[in-house]
């Protein structure tokens, strides 16, 4: 892991809501909540919240009495977050998904939206989310399958890759597209202590209104971003506008079409 592959801070978070909110978060954040749509008491615990985008779907699947509380590493992201919802039964809070600090079973389910693969100890993670599950909760989240199955991504990795040969960029094949591996995932849940474990891949298609709009998104408003300014300070604009093109080449100069893959992981205490 990079020193910047967790920094969702300064314009990042603006950026990672304004451009990728609809591109790749928003119809995987509404599967999400459509799971828990049961629920129709208790208290979810939200990790690795980020902007709220999950945040605001539970808020619409589920009846007010579903008490959420939202939690991320990145205050930044939070104060974001905060601006785009205000609703009387969410509670927004700091927190590390490694250590969190409630009490045993305090929780009816445990959700997590593309998070986990920035957990450095995913262990511990899946650890403190069994902890803090009542008898028969559940443990719901999703991460991305491999970077050749979500080309708009891969296009643009691709690019600034070859920008920087001598010194490859390689956040998106490291980090959001690097936790794919089904046999890795389940195992790593069962030394935590999940035994009833369910894997299953969830395709989406979005559009960005142009080639630019996704490239600014993945290559600004992601820790991207950090590894492009150690390489080339004073560069990301043509990074961007060398992705666009990148993007446009294969896909024209109109609409991006955007077919995503995820798995959806769901284990039960």
């Known amino acids: 892991m990079g020193a910047t592959d967790t920094a969702f801070a300064g314009s990042i978070p603006a950026l990672y809501e304004q451009y990728l909110g609809s591109l790749i978060f928003q119809p995987f954040a509404e599967d999400l909540a459509e799971r828990l749509r049961d629920l129709a008491s208790g208290r979810i615990l939200e990790t690795a919240a980020g902007t709220g985008i999950v945040t ?13 509380v939202a939690t991320d590493l990145n205050q930044a992201m939070l104060d974001l977050a905060q601006t785009k919802l205000q609703a009387p039964n969410v509670t927004w809070r700091q927190m590390d998904a490694q250590a969190l600090p409630f009490e045993d079973g305090s929780f009816d389910a445990v959700v997590c939206q593309f998070g986990v693969m920035f957990f450095p100890d995913k262990t511990a993670a899946f650890r403190e989310a069994l902890r803090v599950l009542r008898p028969g909760g559940r443990f719901l989240f999703n991460v991305w399958d491999r970077l050749d199955a979500n080309m708009v991504s891969k296009v643009v990795s691709d690019r600034a890759i070859e920008m920087f040969p001598d010194d490859p960029p390689r956040f998106f094949e490291r980090m959001p597209f690097g936790y794919f591996d089904e046999d890795r995932i389940r195992g790593e849940l069962q030394r935590a202590g999940f035994e009833t474990i369910t894997i299953e891949p969830v395709e989406k298609t979005t559009h960005a209104p142009t080639a630019r709009d996704a490239a ?29 093109q990148a993007l446009a080449d294969r896909w024209g100069d109109g609409t991006i079409e955007n077919r995503m893959r995820a798995l959806v992981v769901t284990a039960l205490r």
């Open 56 to 68: 605001r779907a539970l808020v619409a699947a589920l009846p007010p009495r579903v008490e959420i």
């Open 216 to 244: 600014v998104g993945l290559t600004q408003g992601t820790p991207l971003r950090g590894e492009l300014e150690a390489r080339a300070p004073g560069r990301l604009d043509e990074v961007a506008e060398r992705a666009a």
